[in-house]
């Protein structure tokens, strides 16, 4: 049985989407296509407030996140770490054949401006890593706060994850600075995973020209020529482009200041939700996520069987990830989803938790 997922991700795709993933096929090198990416990173360019380059890559974002450690670590990384995914950076670090240090900050807390400074201020990196927004505890650090120290580090390349807020809240690339900002498809754009969308700095596409051992597949520079043809190094999945195309059709005619509202709406509703039955956030009072809620389990609530469940009605929920599987659960309210479809899982779930509470 097909069910609605209210997951970190894959999220729901509405069936407008998958029916422009079905247009015919046309040749990747032709005109044609050229015009489609042209159009498509324009828009993204605008979504993301940025001048400089954006390319599209025929992967998940970890692909991309491997290419930005081959492209732009020449001497030691640091990776900064509040979660189990901003952790598996330094696996990905380290399986590149990087030196590499993990500063890792306690779950539920975000990475600070002042924790960033402090590791750069050894002087021992050339570049760093970051997630914007830690999906498995639903913690959204302060990405303009810590650009503000990066300022003073220009030597090191700032590398950011924003898999699961690009699009959904603000990001403006050009103020920031970042030379890697990176995501994939399948969280707030609301399409189907195998798409990742990246901003290359200037600064960052000249020190990649430098470093050898990029390898091929997420070389910056190949992307780069390949840019200046409106095209991608290898074969796109054209598929998932139409997709892309549809849903900035989407993004721009609600407005992108109206789509950030909805977010929040969604955030602020879901949090007061999460309290209202008696449980916790996961996160520290003020870095909550915009993008996924996570709460802890109050000790009173079988949350295997409240996934079970909810799976049983045709609902996918989430009872939390890694090392706090069981001990919390998440709740998705990115890409497609209004209000309606909150209001819609609060119902359910309203109805299934007196019969897993203790």
Known sequence: ?????????????????????????????TKEYAALHEKVVNRLKTLLNTGGRVFLSTSSAFG????????????????FANGAFAKKWHDVTLRCGKEADVVAVDWGQPVTAEVVDQALATGKYDAMTLIHNETSTGVMSPLAEIAA?????????????????MSAVPL??????TD????????????????????VSDKALEKAAATPGRGYYFD?????????????????????????????????AEGLENRYRRHLRMAEATRRWVVDQGFTLFPDPGCCSVTLTCARNDGRTDLELLKKLAGDKGYAIDNG??????????????GDFTMADMEELFGLLEGLLPRVRK
């Open 1 to 29: 049985m097909a069910k609605k997922l209210y997951v970190p991700g894959p999220v729901e795709v509405r069936p407008d989407v998958l029916a422009a993933m079905a247009r015919p096929m046309i040749g990747h090198r």
């Open 321 to 334: 990830y890694g090392k706090i599987k069981n001990e919390a659960f998440r709740i998705a309210h990115m």
């Open 220 to 252: 910056f520079v190949e992307f780069a020529k390949m840019d200046e043809k409106h095209n991608t190094p290898s074969t796109p999945c054209l598929s998932q482009i139409f997709a892309l195309d549809h849903q900035l059709d989407k993004m721009f």
């Open 180 to 199: 890697v900002c990176l995501a994939g498809v399948q969280k707030a754009f609301g399409l189907p995973p195998g798409l990742a969308v990246f901003a």
């Open 149 to 165: 120290v990066m300022r003073r580090y220009a030597d090191v390349s700032f590398i950011v994850d924003t898999v699961s807020s």
């Open 64 to 79: 991309v996140m491997e290419g930005a450690i081959r492209n732009l670590v020449q001497k030691r990384c640091v990776n």
């Open 172 to 177: 403006d690339l050009d103020s920031l600075g």
